[in-house]
C-alpha cells in the first residue's frame, strides 16, 4: 500500500518562502519519479515540477520556473518543494505524486500518476 504524505503548507504573504515535504512509504522510493501538482478552486490539476527516480533530471512549469526547487532525499524518503518569491497566483493545494513505472525521468501528466497525497493548501495573501 502507497502512502504519500505532504507537509508544510500555509499561509504567507507575497514574496514569501514556503517548503513542502511529501513523505512516502509502500514502494521503494528511489526506484520512481515524483511529481508536485497544484489546483485552484475552479481550476484543473496543474502540473508544477518533476524529479526524475535518481534526482538528476528535474522539470518546471514555466511559471515557477526561477522561483521554486523540486530535490529529493531517497535515503528519507521524502521529496520536497522549496518555494521563493511567492505570488497570490500560486495560491493552491498542492499535491504529490508517484510515477507508475519505474525509473522514469518525471512526467508532466497526472494521468501517468499512480498514487497522491491528500494535498496540503497554500494560501499567498497581497
Known amino acids: 500500500q502507497v502512502q504519500l504524505v505532504e507537509s508544510g503548507g500555509g499561509l504567507v504573504q507575497a514574496g514569501g518562502s514556503l517548503r513542502l515535504s511529501c513523505a512516502a512509504s509502500?514502494?521503494?522510493?528511489?526506484?520512481?519519479?515524483m511529481g508536485w501538482f497544484r489546483q485552484a478552486p475552479g481550476k484543473e490539476r496543474e502540473f508544477v515540477a518533476a524529479i526524475s527516480w535518481h534526482g538528476r533530471n528535474t522539470y518546471y512549469a514555466d511559471s515557477v520556473k526561477g522561483r521554486f526547487t523540486i530535490s529529493r532525499d531517497n535515503a528519507k524518503n521524502t521529496m520536497y518543494l522549496q518555494m521563493n518569491s511567492l505570488k497570490p497566483e500560486d495560491t493552491a493545494a498542492y499535491y504529490c505524486?508517484?510515477?507508475?513505472?519505474?525509473?522514469?525521468?518525471?512526467?508532466?501528466?497526472?494521468?501517468?500518476?499512480?498514487?497522491w497525497g491528500q494535498g496540503t493548501q497554500v494560501t499567498v495573501s497581497s
Open positions: 505524486a508517484q510515477d507508475r513505472v519505474g525509473y522514469g525521468s518525471g512526467p508532466a501528466f497526472p494521468s501517468q500518476y499512480a498514487y
Open positions: 509502500g514502494r521503494t522510493f528511489s526506484n520512481y519519479a
